[in-house]
C-alpha cells in the first residue's frame, strides 16, 4: 500500500451512504440491492446484526487522501448462524481437537444466501490492485484479532478464483435462478416447458383462485401490513431455526431507506392477510428472500415465491430471479442450477490441510450434482 493509502474499521453508519454506495454500485453495473448501504445499515441499526448476536461490524474502509475508494463488508462472528455456507463439521472438529473456532471472520451479507460482489470498489480505480488489498487486509485483521478463520461468502466467480490465487481455500454449492427469455406474458414461460410440467404449474396455481394476491411496493406497504408480514417471517423462522434473525425495526428501516426497491406479494382470505413472500427487487434482478404464512394452502409457497416472482420479472423486465437457498423442488418450475462460490483462509496448518481435501472432494461432487440436475431441466428439448 502507498502511505496515502490506509485502511481502518468501520460500523455501516460511519460511512456517508454516497460514498459507500459509490463504492457498492458504482454507475454502468446493474443495481445491487444486498451491498447497497441501506442494507446493511438497516441490520446493523435495528440490532439484528450487532456484536450481542454475534455479528460484530468490522468492515474495512479502504481511504486514499481521505476519500473512500473501495469496502469490504466484515463480521467478527461467533457462531456461524445466518451464513447458509456451512462450516459447523469444520467448527467441531477444531474444537474436539482443543482449538478454538470462534470468533472468525466473516466477508458476507448478513442473512441472505446471495450472490454478488464482495469486494465493493469506486468507479475508475484498478479493481484487481484494490482486491488485492482488501483482501490483505482482512488477513491482518485476522491475524491481529488472533481469529481462526476468515470466510468470504457467495462470491462472484472472478472474485473466487482470485482468492484461490491468494491463496484461499475454494468452495462451491449451488442454487437455482429462473432466467427471463424476453417473455411478454407467464404463458409464454409455460409454453416454453413440456407438455407434463406445464400442466403441473397450471395445477398448482390453480389452486391458489380463492384468494386475493396483490403486489405491493414503497409507500403501499402500510404498518398494518409490515406486521402481518413479520407475524408470517416469526412463525416461519421459529420452525426452520427456533429464532428469526431480523427484528421488527429492521423491515421499518428497511422500508425507510429503499421501499420503492421492496415488493410484497401478499395473499388474502376473506379480505384477511394470510401469507407473504417479500422481494427486493435489483438492476435486473428480483430477490427472493421472506416468506411466511399463518394459514397452510396447498401449493401457496410456489405461488408467493416463485410463480408470482416470474410474473413480476415479466411485467418489468426483469432479467432474472433469485430465490435464496435451497431448491431441487425449484428445478420443476423453471429454476436452473448454478454454481454459488465461498473462499476461505484457516490460520491453523492442520485444519487447512483437513479442509482443502474435504473441499477437493466435494468440489467435484457440487458439478456432477449441477450436470446430474441439468438433464431434468423442465423444458421442452430442441433439435
Known amino acids: 500500500m502507498t502511505q496515502r493509502l490506509s485502511a481502518r474499521l468501520v460500523r455501516a453508519a460511519e460511512i456517508s451512504a454516497k460514498a459507500w454506495d459509490a463504492c457498492a454500485n458504482p454507475a454502468g453495473a446493474p443495481w445491487h440491492p ?45 457462531h456461524s448462524q445466518g451464513e447458509y455456507v456451512f462450516d459447523h463439521g469444520w467448527a467441531d472438529a477444531f474444537m474436539r481437537a482443543g482449538g478454538n473456532y470462534y470468533p472468525k ?14 469486494f465493493l470498489v469506486r468507479a475508475g480505480e484498478d479493481a484487481a490492485q484494490r482486491r488485492r488489498q482488501l483482501l490483505a487486509a482482512a488477513v491482518d485483521v485476522a491475524e491481529q484479532l488472533d481469529l481462526s478463520s476468515l470466510h468470504l461468502n457467495f462470491l462472484r466467480e472472478a472474485d473466487w478464483r482470485a482468492c484461490g490465487e491468494f491463496g484461499f481455500l475454494r468452495r462451491t454449492d449451488q442454487q437455482f435462478y429462473w432466467h427471463n427469455q424476453n417473455y411478454e406474458r407467464f404463458e409464454d414461460f409455460l409454453a416454453a416447458l413440456s407438455s407434463r410440467k406445464r400442466k403441473t404449474i397450471r395445477k398448482e396455481r390453480q389452486k391458489q383462485e380463492g384468494l386475493a394476491i396483490d403486489w405491493l411496493t414503497g409507500d403501499a406497504i402500510r404498518t398494518e401490513h409490515w406486521d402481518a408480514f413479520f407475524a408470517f417471517y416469526q412463525d416461519t423462522g421459529a420452525r426452520k431455526w427456533g429464532r428469526p434473525y431480523l427484528n421488527r425495526a429492521f423491515f421499518d428501516q428497511l422500508a425507510a431507506s429503499m421501499g420503492e426497491r421492496l415488493l410484497l406479494v401478499l395473499a388474502s382470505a376473506d379480505g384477511a392477510p394470510i401469507a407473504g413472500a417479500l422481494h427486493v427487487i435489483g438492476g435486473d434482478t428480483l ?10 394452502h396447498a401449493f401457496l ?21 433469485e430465490a435464496g437457498a435451497q431448491g431441487p423442488h425449484k428445478l420443476l418450475r423453471g429454476y436452473l442450477p ?13 485444519l487447512q490441510r483437513a479442509v482443502a481435501d474435504y473441499l477437493d472432494m466435494e ?18 428439448k430442441t433439435a
Open 301 to 321: 409457497h410456489f405461488e408467493l415465491c416463485y410463480y408470482q416472482a416470474m410474473d413480476y420479472a415479466i411485467a418489468h423486465k426483469l432479467k432474472h430471479v
Open 287 to 296: 430477490y427472493g428472500r421472506y416468506w411466511g404464512c399463518v394459514e397452510s
Open 363 to 380: 468440489r467435484r461432487e457440487v458439478r456432477q450434482q449441477i450436470s446430474h440436475l441439468s438433464r431434468y431441466s423442465p423444458f421442452r
Open 338 to 350: 448454478a454454481a454459488t462460490y465461498s473462499a476461505h483462509y484457516i490460520r491453523h496448518a492442520g
Open 105 to 118: 471472520l466473516l466477508c458476507a451479507v448478513p442473512f441472505t444466501p446471495v450472490a454478488g460482489p464482495r
Open 34 to 78: 444486498f451491498v447497497a448501504h441501506a442494507f446493511f445499515h438497516a441490520c446493523e441499526e435495528s440490532g439484528s446484526a450487532a456484536a450481542a448476536t454475534g455479528w460484530e461490524p468490522r468492515h474495512i474502509a479502504l481511504e486514499e487522501a481521505g476519500e473512500l475508494v473501495a469496502l469490504m463488508p466484515l463480521y467478527v462472528k461467533s
